[in-house]
């Protein structure tokens, strides 16, 4: 009987010696699980503002585009009005030119009829 006791105590002691380090490693791993899951907690929180912060540049560059694309309509028309302006300035020096033959010729009329 006694050594039933013995072998029962030896389990016990057993269970015991196996049972206090697996709950040790058990609550090392679920602190480890913690630390962890508040390491992905802060990464998802980045990753959301980085997210944010990359669709508020995608956003100003869309802007940007349509602006610059804008500009160069509104620089396209400026140069038809260049052009268009040049043009009436060679037909008003031609016709400049034509009054001023036409002015030296009532001129020498004038001069000449004195």
């Given amino acids: 009987m006694e050594s039933i006791l013995y072998v029962l105590a030896g389990l016990m002691v057993g269970l015991v010696a196996g049972w206090l380090p697996s709950r040790n490693r058990a609550a090392a791993l679920a602190k480890q699980l913690q630390e962890e899951t508040s390491k992905i907690s802060l990464l998802e929180a980045k990753s959301a503002r980085s997210k944010g912060l990359a669709d508020n540049l995608k956003e100003?560059?869309?802007?940007?585009?349509?602006?610059?694309?804008?500009l160069k309509q509104e620089g396209d028309e400026a140069k038809g009005t260049v052009t268009a302006l040049k043009a009436q300035l060679t037909d008003l020096d031609a016709a400049l030119k034509d009054l001023r033959t036409q002015l030296a010729a009532a001129e020498e009329r004038a001069s000449a009829s004195q």
């Fill in 60 to 70: 100003a560059l869309h802007q940007r585009e349509e602006e610059v694309n804008a």
